[in-house]
């Protein structure tokens, strides 16, 4: 059986692939929809946070002997606190002001994280190996899977769900929610909204920080790996809407899907399909798939 | 006030031509990728290297002092440009080399040929430099794609690896890398079964990869450089690829395969110019930036400085640094160091020896950056275009 010229298992094969891919997109796209939902920030420094995790993951093993499933819990705890010094530093001084210079710091402490990484470790690349327990790969008849991509879409969709559940289905979620609609009137209920917002940001830079640690052991770690992969996820948050959670998420594996079959039928244009849909679906639907409009 | 005008910009001329014959410095620019995806094989160890010549040399030369200055090209080609005609038109320039980056040489070559001042491309893979670019000042020093296709295709094949999948980064680059090294393969009774073109710094290869395994090639050929590389290998290994079929980077270099680590490097071969540890005068130049920088030099580092000190000896030699009497020595004076024995030959092609390596296991390596082995040697006239092939004019007379 063929499907669209290539044969079933193959197709199947790079659905598979396409959707490991789109939970890499799932997680910092749900990250950066977090931040701007309850923030308001459009945080450019997402690719670097997600850059840091892996570095810190790497340092973690290299210098201290750190191994893979302690650095998976503080990498992101790590780069989450340096989240929270970025957030009483800088950022909650440009809440009432235009969103664009919060655009513009953000972008700013990204390149100089990338400069920093980039002066002390070049730019060739670290190895993270993959750990022992996920190394080896599982037939399943049409592809051989590596056990380590089954892991890193399981880990993320439980984290995608368990943030959404978190945000739309719980009390402190709709603190977050109410807070960010009039924050004085929240407050005036004894509700501490600006330590709220502080975390919060801290939280989107962990997941950040998360997606790097599961990206270390399948790609080099690389100072500029972050800002290879932050425009496609920027593009993501666009078409899902921007702020809307479970639309990052299922924008995230949709297209990580389709870029995956792109790579297929015709892989130059596997980098620009996500930015073509995104022209469409802004054409169509201004606000993003699943965003509300205004 | 026009007179003024007249006399002030005529002492500038003056000033100009005296720095650039005259008693001022003799000045060489280096200019590569100090930032980016290159930096690592060049960048600014790269210009330290030529500065390193420079003093090795003593410092002077015809009694005038050398100065080395420096510039980031970015990767683009108007900012290379831009910058060495500065230096050309400000500061007196006498030779330029140009570092990584095939199109930044490319638009360097046409701007030394305009401004009559010989060009040094060291890094870039494009064989136009010395085909149909060449040009009477250009001078292409460690390898290009030819090079690198004819010397590691064609010694793959007649092992025995005859049929061939190619995995290209879709630019200029990878594209004449794909397209010589096909040519290869076929000359030698080897077959393409397929190619699939990815995009620059793509994100993920296992998809392509996938394609390629189901090719059922024997051989998976890396037409791209860099973290692409890097990227591609490792998946490669993660998927089990490289149980089947018999990894080949068209253009890898040491830093790369420390980067990857043995591990995932393991048997893959490489062709290059020169290897820090193939003989005692490389051992020597290659403890002397480890000390520095604290990992071995690539083949472009040390062709940097290689490259450096024979324009020196050549300007020693030709008593003047003017340009067409520095290349017509440059031309016909033997070329022998560390780096390389060999000869630059009329089109700018400086003809050298060139190998194929093969990546130790972690069992055969036994010392930091102890990565090659050495599987063969191929000599200038075979690795590079032949006189007969080129389109060249310089090489019609």
Redesign the interface.
């Known amino acids: 059986m063929e499907i669209f010229g290539i ?1 079933h298992q ?1 197709f199947l ?2 659905l598979l ?2 959707l ?2 789109g939970a890499f997109y799932a997680l910092l796209s749900l990250g950066l929809a977090v931040i701007f939902g309850l923030l308001g920030i459009v945080n450019f420094a997402h690719g670097a946070l997600y850059m840091l995790g892996a570095f810190a993951a790497w340092i973690m093993l290299d210098k201290f002997g750190i191994n893979y499933w302690m650095a998976l819990l503080l990498a992101p705890l790590t780069v989450g606190a340096l989240g929270v010094v970025i957030e009483r530093l800088f950022l909650k001084h440009l809440y009432k002001i235009d969103p664009i210079y919060g655009l513009l710091l953000t972008f700013g402490l990204a390149l100089i994280a990338e400069g920093i990484f ?1 002066e002390m470790y ?6 993270y ?2 750990p022992e327990l996920l190394s080896g ?1 599982t037939n399943l008849g049409f ?2 899977l ?1 056990n ?2 089954a892991w890193v879409v399981g880990v993320s969709l439980s984290v995608c769900l368990g943030t959404w559940y978190l945000i739309e289905r719980t009390r402190l979620g709709a603190y977050l929610r109410a807070g960010t609609e009039n924050a004085a009137l929240v407050q005036a209920f004894g509700i501490n909204v600006p330590l709220m917002v502080m975390l919060t940001y801290g939280a989107g830079a962990a997941l950040a920080a998360l997606a790097g640690v599961l990206a270390a052991p ?3 770690v ?1 100072p ?1 790996m972050g800002s ?2 932050i425009i ?1 996820v920027f593009a993501v948050v666009v078409i899902g809407g921007m702020g809307s959670i479970m639309g990052s998420i299922l924008t995230g594996l949709g297209l990580g899907v389709i870029e ?1 079959l792109t ?2 039928f015709y ?2 244009a ?3 399909v996500v930015f073509i849909i995104m022209v469409i679906v802004l054409m169509i639907r201004p606000a993003g798939l699943f965003g509300k409009e205004a | 006030m026009k007179l003024k005008t007249l006399i002030a910009s005529m002492a500038v001329g003056f000033a100009a031509a005296a720095s650039a014959q005259g008693t001022g410095p003799v000045k060489i620019g280096f200019i590569t990728d100090m ?7 060049d960048g600014p160890a790269g210009g330290e290297m030529v500065k390193w010549a420079a003093q090795d040399f003593g410092g002077k030369v015809l009694n005038r002092p050398i100065e080395v200055v420096t510039a980031d090209h970015q990767n683009k080609a108007d900012i290379a440009s831009a910058k060495a005609r500065e230096w050309i038109d400000k500061d007196g320039l006498s030779m330029l080399i140009g570092g990584t980056n095939s199109g930044t040489s490319l638009a360097m070559a046409k701007l030394a040929e305009e401004k009559k001042r010989p060009f040094f491309s060291i890094g870039a893979g494009s064989a136009r430099l010395t085909n149909e670019a060449c040009s009477p000042y250009t001078v292409h020093y460690a390898y290009d794609t030819v090079a690198l296709a004819k010397v590691g295709a064609a010694a793959l094949v007649k092992a025995g690896g005859k049929n061939w999948f190619f995995l290209t980064a ?1 630019y200029a680059f990878g594209h004449s890398l794909e397209s010589d090294a096909s040519t290869i393969v076929k000359a030698n009774g080897g077959t393409v079964a397929g190619t ?4 620059l ?4 290869f ?3 990869l ?2 390629a395994q ?1 090719s059922k090639a024997q051989v998976l050929a890396l037409a791209n450089a ?2 692409d590389f ?2 591609a290998m ?2 490669a290994k ?3 690829i490289l149980k089947t079929m018999k990894p080949i980077g068209l253009l890898v270099f040491i ?2 395969v ?4 043995l ?2 490097a393991e048997g893959l071969q490489v062709a290059d110019s020169w290897y820090w540890n193939q003989d005692d005068a490389s051992r020597k130049f290659a403890k002397r930036f480890f000390d520095k920088y604290k990992r071995m030099p690539t083949s472009v580092q040390a062709a940097d400085y290689s490259a450096a000190s024979n324009y020196l000896k050549a300007v020693q030699t030709a008593g003047t640094t003017d340009a067409d009497k520095v290349m017509s020595t440059l031309k016909s004076m033997q070329i022998d160091d560390f780096y390389n024995k060999g000869q630059i030959r009329a089109d700018g092609r400086m003809i050298h020896d060139m190998y194929l390596y093969q990546v130790k296991s972690a069992k055969e390596s036994t010392t930091p950056w102890d990565y090659y082995k050495m599987i063969a040697k191929v000599p200038g006239e075979q690795a590079f275009t032949s006189a007969a092939d080129s389109k060249c004019a310089l090489l019609k007379k």
């Not at chain 2, 710094?201 to 993920?204: E, F, I, L």
């Open positions: 044969p193959a094969g790079q692939l396409g490991v891919n980039r070049g730019v060739s690349g670290q190895n190996d993959v790969a592809m051989v590596p380590y991509r399948i790609i080099q690389n500029l290879n992969l496609v995956g790579r297929v892989p130059e596997s980098s620009i | 930032s980016s995806v290159y930096a690592d094989l879709d699939v073109r990815h995009p710094n793509a994100s993920d296992s998809s392509f996938l394609q189901s860099g973290g890097s990227n490792k998946s993660e998927f089990g830093t790369d420390h980067s990857l680590g591990s995932n």
